[in-house]
């Protein structure tokens, strides 16, 4: 082994041991069914998005909140006005963050080099919570992009990448067993894929 490789040790333990606490894998580090629902996120930090499925997070959210929320793990725009959320909103944004929260001081805990705050800042961005809850509740477009100070071309790539969120979450439904939560995201799926915004996704995905 290289020195390299040697300095990467306690990291790559640590990881394992994260995996191990909160049951993605076993003593034996044989993958577990959260272990195989986090393998399908790639479109938000999979330790977070697998929490939320397993705390049954979006289970009291209608499809247009569920995927509002979601927005959260693939807006990238750093600086964003603050939302105006409905209360349900609101408290499901807190109880996503605290889970943030959670999960980063459980790998600062394991000697990862992680700030609890900066990897919830940095993992949940919900600027565009409520523009997407508009938008999937049927708001015309030129609605939603006076709701927020994010230009209308962050707007489109974040609700196309939300339709690849919802068919990940919907992927681990299917392994998970929960069978209504798969036709939750197939209906916020069909919410947010309307009018210019799918229309403009030719720009947005260089074909």
Do not use: H
């Not at 399908?40 to 705390?55: K, P, Q, R, W």
């Not at 807006?75 to 109880?95: C, H």
């Amino acid at each position: 082994m290289s020195d390299e490789a040697l300095q990467q040790m306690p990291d790559f333990q640590g990881r394992i041991d994260v995996l191990k606490e909160i049951g993605c894998i076993d003593a034996d580090l044989v993958v577990q069914i959260k272990g195989r629902v986090a393998c399908e996120m790639n479109s938000g930090e999979e330790l977070i998005a697998t929490e939320c499925l397993f705390d049954n997070q979006l289970d009291d959210l209608e499809p247009e909140e569920a995927v509002a929320l979601m927005s959260a793990f693939v807006f990238q725009q750093k600086n964003a006005s603050d939302p105006s959320l409905t209360p349900k909103l609101s408290q499901a944004k807190q109880r996503l963050y605290n889970t943030a929260i959670q999960l980063g001081e459980l790998q600062a805990g394991f000697k990862l080099q992680i700030n609890p705050e900066e990897y919830a800042r940095e993992n949940l961005k919900f600027g565009l919570v409520e523009v997407v809850y508009e938008w999937a509740k049927g708001t015309p477009f030129a609605e939603i992009c006076e709701l927020t100070d994010v230009p209308e071309g962050m707007i489109v790539r974040t609700i196309v990448r939300l339709d690849e969120t919802c068919r990940e979450f919907k992927n681990a439904a299917s392994i998970m067993g929960n069978s209504a939560l798969y036709k939750k995201m197939e209906t916020a799926s069909n919410a947010i894929k309307r009018d210019i915004v799918f229309a403009a996704s030719l720009y947005v995905t260089g074909v």
